[in-house]
């Protein structure tokens, strides 16, 4: 049987104010409530402890307040105890709002379907966080919101790179020096910040060409972000991340927070906080310039800054 944090407290209604900033401190913990000034929440929760932290505020507010550490007396009280945990019902409302989604995908602007995306990652995220046993419920969720990002991504971006399942091989910078490389025209987020990655930190001398049409891709040519690229989406990393690992960058933290930037935009994930704002960026500068080589060379020094800020952030 599980561990359980019971913290017991009887909050003054006048003044309010000690009351409403636990009642906010308590909804971060996603702790269940027994009854009034009773909440419950297992102690192996990513949030344990912050719910000691509301005793002790509570206690130097002059009021009283116990944490008791218990378990269930029996199977039926573990399972009433788990109960007031079950997400079942917010997953099911994710999987309606994603449905409804989907059926607008081809009428919603690009704009639209980026913003609506992200509140949906946004929301997944905050369920799971307080979703301390995880069941099936979570499983299909988080499974429909992938498959949704997949279609909105083929909708916008048609040439959108399959994933391959296969180990990264590691590769010497000197052996890619003064190359031409080669992606599909009118870069997005993973295409741009890659091209960057290579002049910055890969090829001293590159050449770039926009390809309408990746299958017509020049032999001589290396391609990235398409399929049957030389690098591509690879398992779970995106193009960006495939080649920071392809070149043993990835220990360089700007590049790898730079890279879950990256990956979190193209493909979903974890939410950086920095997303919306690149996003806004990058459609901002296509939309200034129609030549793919004037875009990335307006966006080099957004990825240069992006990159320090990130590297120096704490």
Not at 143 to 150: D, E, I, N, V
Not at 168 to 195: C, H, K, M, N, Y
């Amino acid at each position: 049987m599980n561990t359980w944090l019971v913290l017991t407290a009887t909050l003054p209604t006048h003044p309010s104010a000690l009351r409403v900033r636990v009642w906010r401190a308590l909804k971060t913990t996603g702790a269940g409530t027994l009854r009034e000034g009773v909440y419950l929440l297992p102690s192996s929760a990513p949030t344990a402890q912050a719910l000691w932290d509301i005793e002790r505020l509570i206690q130097e507010s002059g009021v009283d307040a116990h944490m008791l550490v218990v378990t269930a007396r029996d199977d039926v009280q573990e399972k009433n105890f788990r109960g007031l945990f079950d997400r079942t019902e917010l997953y099911t409302e994710l999987l309606q709002s994603i449905k409804e989604t989907r059926s607008r995908i081809k009428k919603a602007s690009e704009a639209e379907l980026h913003k609506v995306l992200r509140g949906l990652e946004q929301q997944l995220h905050a369920v799971q966080a307080s979703d301390f046993f995880p069941d099936q419920a979570r499983d299909k969720a988080s499974a429909a919101l992938t498959a949704l990002r997949g279609e909105i991504e083929r909708h916008l971006s048609p040439g959108e790179p399959i994933p391959r399942a296969e180990a990264i091989q590691r590769q010497a910078l000197e052996e890619f020096q003064g190359r031409t490389w080669a992606t599909r025209q009118r870069p997005w987020v993973d295409r741009l910040a890659s091209a960057w990655l290579i002049q910055r930190f890969i090829d001293k001398s590159p050449k770039f060409i926009w390809l309408r049409d990746p299958k017509k891709c020049p032999k001589a040519a290396l391609g990235f972000d398409f399929d049957d690229a030389r690098f591509t989406h690879v398992g779970d990393k995106v193009t960006f991340e495939v080649l920071a690992h392809t070149f043993s960058l990835e220990a360089d933290v700007g590049l790898q927070r730079l890279g879950e930037l990256v990956h979190y935009i193209d493909i979903g994930g974890i939410p950086v906080d920095e997303a919306a704002g690149v996003e806004t960026l990058v459609r901002g500068l296509q939309a200034q310039h129609d030549k793919d080589d004037a875009l990335l060379s307006a966006s080099l020094s957004i990825f240069d800054a992006l990159y320090t800020a990130l590297k120096v952030r704490p």
